[in-house]
């Protein structure tokens, strides 16, 4: 389902859990006419860690903050609907550091997780972080009725240093797209 300036049911009809905010689609995405909902190219990365955890990816919501013209505008739009999710209660999960800037200026109250892109992360690292920042970890708190209670993460990697560049594990390699 993409988030636009009017929608809010997730794409079976459920209501959202989760906003996943990206930064805007890549050449390759653009080129191949794919979305965060389908799963592919660096999608495919953060898909594995959500299912992980036990969350469907296909009833998240997803959206890019920023337009795929040359040269990227903000998208307006799009952050006045993140704003009134999130006062609806929905939790918003920045994709990276630009976005969380963005967002975290725009006053939207959000959780941070590394961009699936990231390079220097092994995937089951990168689940990890999905699961420590989402509150799904095995020790996560349960609530009274036996379910996993969200956790409120500060919104820096695990590590604080943000993702690292090195090129021998890339997230989004050839072979997952």
Same mark, same amino acid.
């Given at each position: 389902?993409?988030?636009?300036?009017?929608?809010? %049911?997730?794409?079976?009809?459920?209501?959202?859990?989760?906003?996943f905010?990206? $930064?805007?689609?890549?050449?390759r995405?653009?080129?191949?006419?794919?979305?965060? $909902?389908?799963?592919?190219?660096?999608?495919?990365?953060? !898909?594995?860690?959500?299912?992980?955890?036990g969350?469907?990816?296909?009833?998240?919501?997803?959206?890019?903050?920023?337009?795929?013209?040359? %040269? &990227?505008?903000?998208?307006?739009?799009?952050?006045?609907?993140l704003?009134?999710?999130?006062?609806?209660?929905?939790?918003?999960?920045?994709?990276?550091?630009?976005?969380? *800037?963005?967002? $975290?200026?725009?006053?939207?109250?959000? *959780?941070?997780?590394?961009? &699936?892109?990231?390079?220097?992360?092994?995937?089951?690292?990168?689940?990890? !972080?999905?699961?420590?920042?989402?509150?799904?970890?095995?020790?996560?708190?349960?609530? !009274?009725?036996?379910?996993?209670?969200?956790?409120?993460?500060?919104?820096? &990697? %695990?590590?604080?240093r943000?993702?690292?560049?090195?090129?021998?594990?890339?997230?989004?390699?050839?072979?997952?797209?």
């Amino acid at each position: 389902m993409r988030v636009t300036a009017d929608s809010r %049911p997730s794409a079976h009809g459920g209501p959202l859990q989760f906003v996943f905010v990206g $930064e805007r689609r890549s050449r390759r995405a653009i080129q191949l006419g794919v979305r965060w $909902e389908q799963g592919r190219l660096c999608a495919r990365t953060l !898909h594995a860690a959500l299912r992980a955890i036990g969350l469907a990816p296909e009833v998240q919501g997803y959206v890019n903050l920023y337009s795929d013209a040359e %040269p &990227p505008a903000l998208d307006e739009a799009v952050l006045a609907r993140l704003r009134a999710l999130a006062a609806e209660g929905i939790e918003i999960v920045a994709l990276g550091r630009l976005v969380h *800037r963005a967002v $975290e200026r725009a006053g939207v109250s959000h *959780r941070q997780l590394i961009h &699936p892109a990231a390079r220097g992360a092994s995937r089951a690292a990168y689940q990890a !972080h999905v699961a420590s920042v989402l509150g799904r970890g095995q020790d996560a708190a349960t609530d !009274h009725d036996g379910t996993q209670a969200l956790t409120v993460v500060a919104g820096n &990697p %695990p590590d604080g240093r943000g993702a690292g560049t090195d090129q021998s594990h890339p997230l989004c390699s050839e072979e997952a797209r």
